[in-house]
């Protein structure tokens, strides 16, 4: 058991884990089996049977049985529910559609009920039923007071409400700026932007994956991988000095992470050409400048001419297409950025500390 | 016009159909569905009210409540036996027969009383016309008043209303009073016919108060139907008898970071009894006990009552709760905790900074307002702590910001001379294991310890050693004492030993630890003398014990003014007691080769690797040691408890001690030892044990991260103590005016306690109840040096203030064999002594002049001393002197009395010593009758046909023998004239007329004469 336990803690450290997550999100996208009921059922059964076999675990156990964390545990559930069930109806249509039958969605709208009683009354049981739920639940678990707030001795870890362990999180590989105000902000005009960006009329009204692949596939990866799954990561496996720990791993305040990273300039100038690192800032950092100038400005456009995404390019329109993939570029930032600190210990592909700009 | 008929339902259908068509879901079943979340609902409700019902106080309170009541029950058999039933049934048939006898012969008492009911009916309603009347005349008052601003045409009219108004209501009071006279008289002849009745009911009354006043607390704890309704749930809103009690304490806070939140403690809403006397039997447990000190603390009548200081302030814990766990009690050990965990349900309380302080450790409270006092009264425990915390010098080396641990002098001996005083072997023996050669020294062991494993290591602290005493000795002055020295007898100089005052502070005893010495701890405070021959030079030690403050001008070392035949016959005794093992010792080599890794690791601090090697090179070996010495002393932090030469600026290497009993959990480093996560658990261990929280580290760390806190060797009992003044080191924050030593008084007392504890004077005298410690080898108690209880309300200012600068001026009790040493106090020092005797009996520095004796007093005083044989024990004069021989039965001589004493307490010190110095051996000539209340035998006795010749003598000065009865029989100026004639005697009974005389003698400006005429009385010996 202990090795077993060894093993999972080792694959979930985040080189590992965000390497398997993305095979097994691979697989998912391809797979159908897994959007029908017994596919569901196995999976509710997978993971149902890892949660109790780990609550065995007393470590495992302490960190999920936390009163702050008891919702975040029942949400994973819910996260994974709800992906299932709207694939599962998309893949449904979707074998509908190929029969040319009426989808889901329009057999409902044509099968109209009363407001009352059908609407009112089932309404009625279900706010009875949250009542019951919530007050048994506020009897049970009671609330996780500690001490009063105190600026000089903050709780270690220190974590952020549930909803933004996930930006917490991002704050390991960027500087506070880009994970604490740039990426949250394009997150959020990125979401404005998707009706203007994607106008396909495809998929309204009704679930469908086979019409909007790449669409589903990127937005269900933002979602799943790097907002979910790093929320996850932020509860659970953080621990004192924001550490990582692996979910059957005790939370030593004394753990010790030899942490030194790199600057690209470092690479460039010292590794790369064995010369000091310039005097001039702008000079210094030239490297990284041009990299992500590169990334930016240049990458869109020889991806509008390749091949695969022209016909994107000529159906969207330059505007559109630009907007969405330069988005999408700050998108995958996030993981290059990770593996490459994973990899190569970079800190920061520019660092301009004399004005506290860093990328 | 016929309404149309309504569609007829299938009626008849034989099985009707489960879904009607037109409804989406099944109906039948969404009623069930509903059914049964309804009765879920409802059970959670439920639940919840009595979840928030069911709170363990409320079943304290209950429990209390039922045992009080049986409590009361035995109280009332108690009662009921008092009282004589014999007596209680004559009384109720007396009460009896009265009844009937009013009611045969007078039926006048029931017309009576109808008519008194009459009355009261027509007194009712002529107070309502008369409140009426009054009500009319205010408002036509007010009418009248508008109408003239107004300037109405009715406004002569209204002040005609308001004129008839006013005659109403005065003959409505009128008609009222009438009748109220009428009702009078009627009541007080009833009460007439009725005298009988309720003389004996009241006879009966008193007889059975007692018993009466127990059964109505006893019947207001009933559980009767009011008791169940109001403590019902959901009916508690309106006034339950179970309820939180709560005392607000503005004084006390909490800091809540960024506010401050007045304290409020509810531990007696479970602790119910902890303020009422008597639940303090074996059969009262907790909760429900009394507090073990009411008359210290948490008592009305306490200095610190629970209104003003409650509880958490002392104990700790979450002032606002009221839940077992909440509250934070925490257990005093493993059973403690099984016990808890299963009948209470207990948690510790991860996230509360000051949890309950373990039963035994709450003196620990103490310091959040007495942080000032070197030693807090009647708190046992914390006083050996500070003791201990003063002469360990854990403030040296660890801050401890605290008023009492502030300017506190450096607890080890000055070591600029030491080449002077010992030799290098005999340092490094000691330095390597100080106890091994004096089993009581306060000196730790620094080296050797459990955290130093592998030979490499142990010959790491070897060198380290070596190293110290080579830079001591570099950095020694060495002007050689005298090789030879007087003879002297050891014999004699045990003898002086043990009753000069020595043994006030020192020991001479082997195989003995602290812990054993500490219940006369005060012998501790210089060390222990076993084996100083082989420690010391003779030289040294014979300038030493004539002087101290030649070698080391700071020490608290005081003077005993010793002869120098003296001096070689105490050198000579100390000089006996010697060990082979510490005599001829030579300090073993250091290892180079460790030694320069060492020198190299710490020149690499400042140098490069290259640089650190060169510079080593350059060192001679010599050198290298004393650079050893110079870190390895400053890593050790010696020059804390030690006057070193080059270390006058450098700061102390500990941990800041101040906060420590609020330090955060995480910020204390259990390592691997598996200890309860507490403080004081924390603390305990590493008191026991420094070293033991490096265990399983010892070959992970560096040699120069290993723990470095020296080992004390303290025992369980002496770790409790020191423990329970740490964990009191707190933030907690109090206002001023609850803490002690900010006020004049308390400031006055703490810094004189501080002088006290710093000079050791508990070592021979007797302070505040404790001291004394040189009983150990002054059996006799008269022999013992002074009680000082009294001795601000007893000496005058000025007197004190010389005599502590030199006591040598003076000798009151030439009978003792023990000195009062000279210390060479400053002025301040001084200062703060008479201060602190006058704080502590609440009196001023300085009495105006001794008014002067009147003639009757005078006279009085003469027989009276005589009468009661005064100059017996009380030389009063060389003849008296002669007289009686110089024997320890005998008191100060009286001649001193004036310089020395404040008259105004003379008289009361007269009427009852035994109330100002518990113990004395002054006889008490005034029987207390009552408390505070003194018979003087000396009327009587004047009758007596033996006295007839002073009768006469007192007589001249009194007009009549009832006058001088009146006067001997006033106790207080009986007392009076007694002092009269003793400031007679002594030269300062100065005659009320002359007063320029008075004048001269209040300030003690005779102290030579009075040492002279002293001198004179000692000359009998």
């Known amino acids: 058991m202990d090795f077993i336990k060894r093993i999972v803690n080792t694959l979930s450290y985040p080189y590992w884990s965000f390497s398997l997550v993305l095979v097994a999100f691979y697989l998912m996208m391809r797979s159908k089996r897994l959007w029908t009921k017994k596919g569901g059922l196995i999976l509710l059964a997978v993971g149902t049977v890892f949660f109790i076999l780990s609550l065995f675990d007393p470590n495992f156990r302490s960190i999920v049985a936390k009163p702050d964390n008891v919702p975040i545990v029942m949400m994973v559930f819910l996260v994974g529910?709800?992906?299932?069930?709207?694939?599962?109806?998309?893949?449904?249509?979707?074998?509908?559609?190929?029969?040319?039958?009426?989808?889901?969605?329009?057999?409902?709208?044509?099968?109209?009920?009363?407001?009352?009683?059908?609407?009112?009354?089932?309404?009625?049981?279900?706010?009875?039923?949250?009542?019951?739920?919530?007050?048994?639940?506020?009897?049970v678990l009671k609330a996780p007071l500690e001490d009063p707030a105190n600026p000089a001795l903050a709780p270690n870890p220190s974590k952020a409400p549930w909803y933004f362990l996930g930006l917490q999180e991002m704050l390991v590989y960027f500087d506070p700026w880009m994970a604490g105000v740039v990426l949250p902000g394009l997150i959020i005009l990125g979401l404005m932007a998707i009706p203007y960006i994607d106008t396909s009329p495809k998929g309204n009204g009704y679930f469908t994956f086979r019409e909007r692949k790449v669409e589903i596939t990127i937005f269900l990866f933002g979602w799943l991988i790097l907002w979910s799954q790093m929320i996850v990561i932020g509860t659970f496996l953080r621990g004192p000095n924001w550490n990582f720990f692996g979910p059957y791993e005790y939370w030593d305040i004394t753990k010790v992470e030899s942490l030194v990273n790199v600057d690209l300039s470092e690479y460039f100038w010292i590794k790369l050409l064995h010369v000091g690192l310039p005097g001039n800032w702008f000079v210094r950092e030239l490297p990284g400048i041009l990299l992500i100038g590169f990334y930016f400005f240049v990458l869109p456009v020889l991806l509008a001419r390749w091949k695969r995404l022209r016909p994107y390019y000529e159906k969207m329109g330059a505007p559109r297409f630009y907007v969405g993939i330069i988005l999408f570029l700050v998108m995958l930032l996030l993981p290059i950025k990770m593996y490459l600190r994973w990899t190569v210990h970079l800190k920061y592909f520019i660092h301009v500390q004399e004005y506290f700009f860093n990328i | 016009m016929t309404p149309p008929t309504p569609p007829t339902p299938p009626k008849a259908s034989p099985t009707p159909p489960e879904k009607r068509p037109d409804r989406h879901y099944n109906f039948g079943r969404m009623n069930m569905v509903f059914a049964v979340s309804s009765l879920l609902l409802l059970a959670v409700t439920l639940w919840m009210v009595f979840a928030d019902y069911a709170q363990?106080?409320?079943?304290?309170?209950?429990?209390?409540?039922?045992?009080?009541?049986?409590?009361?029950?035995?109280?009332?058999?108690?009662?009921?036996?008092?009282?004589?039933?014999?007596?209680?049934?004559?009384?109720?048939?007396?009460?009896?027969?009265?009844?009937?006898?009013?009611?045969?012969?007078?039926?006048?008492?029931?017309?009576?009383?109808?008519?008194?009911?009459?009355?009261?009916?027509?007194?009712?309603?002529?107070?309502?016309?008369?409140?009426?009347?009054?009500?009319?005349?205010?408002?036509?008052?007010?009418?009248?008043?508008?109408?003239?601003?107004?300037?109405?045409?009715?406004?002569?009219?209204?002040?005609?209303?308001?004129?008839?108004?006013?005659?109403?209501?005065?003959?409505?009071?009128?008609?009222?009073?009438?009748?109220?006279?009428?009702?009078?008289?009627?009541?007080?002849?009833?009460?007439?016919?009725?005298?009988?009745?309720?003389?004996?009911?009241?006879?009966?009354?008193?007889?059975?108060?007692?018993?009466?006043?127990?059964?109505?607390?006893?019947?207001?704890?009933?559980?009767?139907?009011?008791?169940?309704?109001?403590?019902?749930?959901?009916?508690?809103?309106?006034?339950?008898?179970?309820?939180?009690?709560?005392?607000?304490?503005?004084?006390?806070y909490h800091n809540m970071n960024f506010t401050t939140v007045s304290r409020v403690d509810r531990c007696m809403t479970c602790h119910v009894a902890a303020n009422r006397p008597g639940f303090d039997g074996p059969e009262w447990k907790e909760p429900f006990r009394t507090h073990p000190k009411l008359d210290v603390y948490v008592g009305d009548g306490s200095p610190h009552p629970f209104t003003k200081f409650g509880c958490t302030a002392c104990h700790g814990g979450l002032d606002r709760a009221t839940d077992f766990s909440r509250a934070g009690h925490s257990p005093k050990d493993a059973a403690?905790?099984?016990?808890?965990?299963?009948?209470?349900?207990?948690?510790?309380?991860?996230?509360?900074?000051?949890?309950?302080?373990?039963?035994?450790?709450?003196?620990?409270?103490?310091?959040?307002?007495?942080?000032?006092?070197?030693?807090?009264?009647?708190?046992?425990?914390?006083?050996?702590?500070?003791?201990?915390?003063?002469?360990?010098?854990?403030?040296?080396?660890?801050?401890?910001?605290?008023?009492?641990?502030?300017?506190?002098?450096?607890?080890?001996?000055?070591?600029?001379?030491?080449?002077?005083k010992t030799n290098p072997g005999w340092a490094y023996k000691w330095i390597a294991a100080p106890r091994d050669f004096h089993p009581t020294t306060f000196m730790p062991h620094f080296f050797f310890q459990e955290n130093i494993k592998g030979e490499a290591n142990r010959r790491r602290q070897e060198t380290e050693i070596t190293a110290i005493v080579s830079y001591l000795w570099a950095n020694s002055e060495k002007t050689p004492y005298p090789e030879t020295i007087p003879a002297g007898d050891a014999k004699n100089g045990e003898k002086l030993f043990n009753s000069v005052g020595c043994a006030g502070c020192h020991i001479r005893e082997d195989g003995v630890t602290r812990t054993q010495v500490l219940p006369t701890m005060n012998r501790l405070h210089g060390p222990n003398l076993i084996r100083t021959g082989s420690k010391v030079s003779p030289g040294w030690l014979y300038a030493w014990v004539k002087n101290p403050k030649q070698y080391w001008p700071e020490t608290a070392m005081p003077s005993l003014r010793l002869t120098d035949p003296e001096a070689a016959d105490l050198t000579a005794y100390l000089l006996s007691s010697r060990d082979p093992r510490y005599e001829n010792v030579t300090p073993p080599a250091p290892d180079p080769k460790l030694r320069d890794e060492l020198v190299l690791g710490y020149l690499q601090a400042n140098l490069t690797i290259e640089g650190s090697q060169k510079k080593l090179a350059t060192m001679p070996e010599a050198e290298r040691n004393v650079y050893l010495g110079n870190q390895t002393i400053l890593k050790y932090g010696c020059y804390s408890c030690h006057n070193i030469k080059g270390y006058d600026n450098v700061k102390p290497i500990g941990t800041e001690l101040t906060a420590e009993g609020s330090k955060p959990l995480h910020q204390l480093d259990f390592g691997h030892v598996e200890i309860p996560e507490t403080r004081h658990d924390w603390i305990h261990e590493k008191l026991l044990r420094p070293r033991i929280f490096d265990q399983g580290k010892e070959s992970v760390k560096d040699y120069n991260d290993l723990l470095k806190m020296p080992n004390f060797g303290m025992s369980e009992e002496e770790a409790q103590a020191v423990l329970t003044n740490v964990v009191g080191f707190t933030k907690e924050s109090v206002e001023l005016s609850h803490k002690a030593g900010i006020e004049p008084r308390t400031a006055a007392l703490a810094a004189g306690r501080r002088l006290i504890s710093n000079f050791n004077c508990q070592g021979c005298h007797l302070i505040e109840g404790n001291g004394h410690a040189i009983k150990a080898v002054i059996s006799e108690p008269s022999l013992l040096p002074p009680n000082l209880a009294a001795e601000g309300a007893r000496v005058q200012s000025g007197w004190l203030f010389d005599y502590v600068h030199d006591p040598s001026r003076v000798k009151m009790r030439p009978w003792l064999t023990v000195r009062m040493p000279t210390f060479g106090f400053t002025d301040e020092q001084a200062n703060t002594v008479l201060a602190y005797f006058g704080a502590r009996e609440e009196r001023q520095p300085f009495l105006s002049p001794f008014p002067g004796a009147d003639p009757k007093s005078l006279a009085v005083g003469k027989v009276v001393f005589n009468l009661f044989q005064c100059a017996k024990c009380h030389p009063a004069g060389?003849?008296?002197?002669?007289?009686?021989?110089?024997?320890?039965?005998?008191?100060?001589?009286?001649?001193?009395?004036?310089?020395?004493?404040?008259?105004?307490?003379?008289?009361?010190?007269?009427?009852?010593?035994?109330?100002?110095?518990?113990?004395?051996?002054?006889?008490?000539?005034?029987?207390?009758?009552a408390p505070g209340k003194y018979d003087s035998p000396v009327a009587a006795a004047i009758d007596s046909p033996a006295f007839a010749a002073q009768k006469a003598e007192m007589m001249k000065q009194f007009s009549s023998e009832a006058e001088l009865k009146a006067f001997l029989a006033d106790v207080d100026k009986v007392t009076t004239a007694l002092r009269d004639q003793i400031w007679n005697l002594s030269g300062g009974g100065a005659v009320a007329s002359s007063p320029a005389k008075a004048t001269k003698t209040a300030r003690g400006g005779k102290a030579e004469k009075g040492a002279a005429s002293v001198a004179g009385a000692a000359g009998g010996r």
Not at chain 2, 174 to 191: G, N, P, V, Y
């Open chain 2, 56 to 252: 363990p106080w409320k079943r304290y309170q209950a429990e209390f409540r039922a045992l009080e009541r049986q409590k009361l029950a035995k109280d009332t058999e108690g009662e009921r036996k008092k009282i004589n039933e014999q007596q209680v049934a004559q009384l109720k048939k007396d009460v009896q027969a009265a009844q009937t006898d009013l009611e045969k012969h007078n039926r006048g008492a029931r017309e009576l009383e109808q008519r008194i009911d009459r009355l009261k009916a027509e007194i009712y309603t002529a107070d309502a016309a008369w409140k009426k009347a009054k009500g009319d005349l205010d408002a036509s008052r007010f009418e009248y008043d508008t109408a003239l601003q107004a300037k109405a045409g009715d406004a002569a009219e209204k002040g005609r209303e308001v004129e008839r108004n006013k005659k109403a209501l005065e003959k409505a009071k009128q008609t009222r009073e009438d009748l109220e006279a009428k009702r009078d008289a009627a009541q007080a002849e009833l009460a007439e016919k009725k005298k009988a009745i309720t003389e004996a009911e009241k006879k009966l009354d008193d007889l059975q108060s007692g018993l009466s006043s127990v059964e109505k607390r006893a019947a207001a704890l009933g559980k009767g139907i009011d008791y169940l309704i109001l403590n019902a749930p959901l009916m508690d809103f309106l006034q339950p008898s179970l309820h939180v009690q709560q005392v607000v304490l503005p004084g006390l």
């Open chain 1, 81 to 139: 529910f709800f992906v299932w069930l709207s694939m599962y109806k998309a893949t449904k249509n979707d074998e509908l559609l190929a029969r040319g039958e009426p989808t889901f969605e329009k057999t409902e709208v044509e099968d109209k009920i009363f407001t009352w009683p059908d609407l009112v009354f089932s309404e009625f049981i279900f706010m009875v039923v949250l009542t019951v739920v919530l007050v048994v639940w506020s009897i």
């Open chain 2, 878 to 929: 060389a003849e008296a002197a002669k007289a009686t021989g110089m024997t320890p039965d005998l008191a100060p001589s009286l001649l001193l009395a004036h310089d020395r004493l404040r008259y105004d307490w003379v008289p009361s010190w007269i009427k009852d010593p035994q109330k100002w110095v518990p113990g004395t051996r002054m006889p008490s000539n005034f029987p207390e009758t």
């Open chain 2, 336 to 420: 403690q905790e099984r016990d808890w965990l299963r009948r209470l349900h207990w948690e510790r309380q991860r996230y509360l900074e000051n949890p309950i302080l373990p039963s035994g450790m709450s003196e620990a409270g103490c310091v959040t307002c007495h942080a000032a006092d070197v030693w807090t009264p009647k708190a046992t425990t914390q006083e050996t702590g500070r003791f201990l915390l003063s002469h360990m010098g854990c403030g040296s080396c660890h801050l401890i910001d605290l008023p009492a641990y502030k300017d506190l002098r450096k607890p080890g001996p000055d070591l600029t001379r030491i080449a002077e």
